[in-house]
């Protein structure tokens, strides 16, 4: 009898903190990119609020790629967008890192990113966990690409934040 309250209460327990850490995401917009007259890809953004402010965690950023696309030339095209949004510090910073992480992608797969409550990022694959980059601001720094008011694409952030 007590083994079974005992093996009963762990079980509550790992329910308990697992849902803790699982974060419920309400879509907060959607938004396509696309460049010239290619369609590039479907983005969405999701928070467990379904409203947008800047910084607050979690957040889960998916984007699902419309075109074949090298993982090279994802972080070049990252590297680019900090730089126009004046991030110098930072560009080339975590090359090694992301192409460690990032596949090549094929046309329909997804590359999501998901912080967590502390900001820190954490990347997947078509859904399966690819890795994390757990430098302080790192997240912050990536979804500003999308998200900073000064992003590149105004209208694709007003979409994204459900504006």
Same mark, same amino acid.
């Given at each position: ?5 005992? +093996? ?21 917009? @959607?938004?396509?990119? @696309? ?12 928070? &467990?609020?379904?409203?947008? !402010? ?5 957040? %889960?950023?998916?984007l699902t790629y /419309? ?8 972080? +070049? $095209?990252?590297?680019? !967008?900090?730089?126009?949004?004046? %991030? %110098?510090?930072?560009?080339? %910073?975590?090359? $090694?890192? /992301? $192409?460690?992480?990032?596949? #090549?992608?094929? +046309?329909? @797969? ?8 502390? =900001?820190? =990022? ?6 399966? +966990?690819?890795? $994390?980059? @757990? !430098?302080? =601001?790192?997240?912050?720094?990536? /979804?500003?690409?999308?998200? #900073?008011?000064?992003?590149?694409? &105004?209208?694709m952030r007003k979409?994204?934040? =459900? !504006?």
């Amino acid at each position: 009898m007590i083994a079974r309250l005992t +093996k009963g209460l762990i079980i509550l327990i790992v329910l308990i903190c697992s849902r803790s850490f699982a974060a419920d995401f309400k879509v907060v917009g @959607e938004a396509r990119f @696309e460049y010239l007259f290619w369609d590039v890809y479907q983005a969405q953004l999701a928070n &467990p609020s379904g409203t947008y !402010q800047f910084g607050n965690h979690p957040t %889960k950023l998916t984007l699902t790629y /419309l075109r074949d696309f090298a993982a090279k030339d994802i972080i +070049k $095209a990252t590297n680019e !967008q900090w730089q126009h949004l004046g %991030k %110098k510090e930072i560009i080339s %910073k975590y090359d $090694a890192q /992301l $192409a460690a992480l990032w596949p #090549d992608i094929k +046309k329909g @797969e997804s590359l999501s990113f998901i912080t967590d409550e502390n =900001g820190i =990022g954490t990347f997947y694959f078509n859904g399966k +966990k690819l890795g $994390a980059i @757990e !430098q302080n =601001g790192f997240a912050d720094n990536f /979804l500003a690409i999308w998200l #900073d008011a000064d992003t590149s694409e &105004p209208q694709m952030r007003k979409q994204l934040i =459900g !504006q």
